[in-house]
């Protein structure tokens, strides 16, 4: 994206789905911050490295193993922390898709 970040589609051909599963990487030094905000919710597993994560005012810091499952209609971005990319699983559910 033109922020850097690098989605990998895990379900692409599955059809009449609900939500979006995906392996996201967030690079080192992203080219720019970009706030996302949309209806539904998501998670993210955090595969490797470690993410500061923003949501609305909250910020949080989580590292390999860690979880956050969150309103997707708040506004929200994550980048990655130290010398390592940030890989997570993420899915997002989008009430649209039903």
């Known amino acids: 994206t ?3 970040y690098s989605y990998e589609a895990v379900a ?3 059809k009449n789905k609900m939500m979006e599963p995906f392996v996201l990487t967030l690079p ?4 720019k911050r ?3 905000q ?3 919710q998501e998670i993210l597993f955090i595969l490797e490295g470690t993410m500061r994560f923003f949501h609305g005012t909250a ?3 989580v590292e390999e193993g860690d979880c956050v499952y969150f309103d997707s209609s708040i506004p929200h971005f994550g980048e990655s922390v130290g010398d390592k990319a ?3 699983f993420m ?3 989008s009430p649209s898709n039903k």
């Open 59 to 61: 910020e949080l810091l």
């Open 38 to 40: 949309h209806e539904g």
């Open 86 to 88: 940030a890989k997570c």
């Open 34 to 36: 970009k706030v996302y």
């Open 12 to 14: 692409h051909n599955f």
């Open 2 to 4: 033109s922020v850097g």
């Open 91 to 93: 899915v997002v559910f």
């Open 28 to 31: 080192v030094n992203p080219k």
